[in-house]
């Protein structure tokens, strides 16, 4: 590149040769530019100012957008006329105009009804009443309402579903049965399972909210202060686990206690974490009819096992189905369940544990708790399910869930009822001491 000034490039192009008129034009404009090379900032910002009404502004291209509309075809330009003023028609007195306008007559109130005043003012009663509504109030709980809030605080159908499971774990343990200990039993899971589901929602406030399912919540509504809400849980935990490890035995009140824990601690944050929590929440839905049968029996046996495997199967379609026609309030919610996250496999895995029901049924005699009838009348029921089941992951719409989860209402106390009848019993003592020694006699 060459380093020639710019004003020394005059007399270069004045020594060329003008041939033509696009020599001669572009010749004269680098003259031109030439000329102007010298100017400093300031006197280009003093042009610039100069020749503000050349440029092209922001006004410029809202007036282009006005004048221009998108069509089907293209651009096209707007050519509506501009409509008179509605003042000067009017001021014409036009007789063409004013006969097209219809009068509208009229109204004359009914005789005997009294029309309130613009100018009538607010009673100061009603103003009083109205400005203390809007202003915070201090939370004042009456008594006459806790038996109700501390019934929805912890959730009293689950709950009492939860203790009818450890009493069906209690009557299905081959034991004579005991009332003392069936009384302290279940009112230790009752209390357990009120301390879990209270806090619970204590964590779940500002979830709840987002849910029509969980809007009406008593911590969420403001009926209960969130500090009265744990001491309630504290209360029913300290003295529901001290009653299962004093009053029933040391492994019940453990397991009620790693109950607890499983699903306040695991459960409830895996909710807005990972799918995983359903899989968490059936173990914990599992340990009831296990309780139970450790609340007779005092140790862990394989049909206690069975019992809660019946449970952990029994809610995933249970679960699956309810969560899939709330998947619109989980999602609002923020909580990861496999309606909103994995669909299909939501779906695959009510039909497996559906289906796997059968295959526990057919356990029970083979593990010594039921007798050969107990998978024969439980087939009907179990094969019911699945064939909803198989429905609701063949088609996946409201209504096939809707059928599986009230069809999962009724099959779980079908179920544990079929297998209490069921139930193989234990033989008494004296007969098994008889049994060997009518059998020497014989030979």
């Not at 806790?146 to 774990?169: D, E, M, N, Q, W």
């Not at 695991?266 to 340990?287: D, E, F, H, Q």
């Not at 193989?424 to 008889?434: F, G, H, L, N, S």
């Amino acid at each position: 590149m060459y380093k020639t000034p710019c004003s020394r490039l005059t007399g270069v192009w004045k020594c060329l040769p003008r041939y033509g008129l696009l020599g001669v034009s572009v010749q004269q404009k680098l003259i031109a530019n030439a000329s102007r090379s010298h100017m400093s900032v300031s006197s280009l910002i003093q042009l610039c100012r100069k020749n503000q009404a050349e440029w092209i502004t922001f006004q410029h291209f809202c007036f282009l957008k006005r004048q221009y509309v998108k069509s089907s075809s293209g651009l096209c330009q707007r050519a509506g006329p501009k409509q008179e003023p509605v003042a000067s028609v009017l001021d014409d007195r036009d007789d063409s105009v004013v006969s097209h306008v219809q009068q509208i007559p009229a109204l004359k109130p009914q005789p005997g009804t009294v029309l309130p005043s613009c100018d009538q003012a607010e009673p100061e009663a009603a103003r009083a009443a109205r400005l203390e509504a809007r202003q915070w109030k201090e939370l004042k709980v009456d008594y006459s309402d806790l038996p109700g809030i501390y019934a929805r605080l912890s959730k009293i159908k689950l709950t009492a579903l939860v203790v009818t499971t450890a009493a069906a774990g209690y009557a299905m343990a081959p034991v004579p049965f005991d009332p003392v200990t069936f009384l302290m039993a279940s009112v230790g899971t009752f209390l357990s399972s009120c301390t879990a589901n209270s806090i619970n929602q204590y964590f779940e406030v500002p979830f709840d909210s987002n849910m029509n399912r969980t809007k009406n919540r008593p911590l969420v509504r403001g009926q209960i202060s969130p500090l009265h809400a744990v001491s309630f849980a504290l209360a029913c935990g300290i003295s529901g686990v001290t009653l299962l490890t004093l009053g029933v035995n040391p492994l019940t009140g453990f397991l009620g206690a790693l109950n607890i824990f499983l699903y306040t601690c695991c459960y409830t944050p895996l909710k807005r974490l990972s799918i995983t929590n359903t899989w968490v929440g059936a173990v914990v839905g599992a340990i009831p009819p296990v309780m139970g049968w450790t609340a007779a029996t005092g140790s862990l046996d394989p049909g206690a096992l069975l019992l809660g495997a019946f449970l952990f199967s029994w809610q995933f379609p249970h679960f699956n189905a309810l969560s899939w026609n709330l998947r619109e309030d989980y999602s609002r919610g923020g909580y990861r369940m496999m309606s909103v996250t994995h669909p299909g496999l939501c779906k695959r895995v009510a039909l497996r544990h559906s289906v796997g029901l059968i295959g526990l049924s057919a356990l029970g005699p083979v593990l010594d708790v039921t007798t050969w009838t107990f998978p024969l009348v439980s087939l009907p029921i179990n094969l019911y399910i699945s064939y909803l089941a198989f429905r609701f992951y063949h088609n996946g719409d409201r209504q096939n869930a809707r059928k599986l989860f009230f069809c999962s209402l009724w099959h779980l106390p079908m179920l544990l009822l079929l297998a209490l009848t069921c139930k193989k019993r234990p033989v008494p003592q004296d007969e098994a001491a008889a049994a060997p020694s009518t059998t020497s006699l014989a030979l």
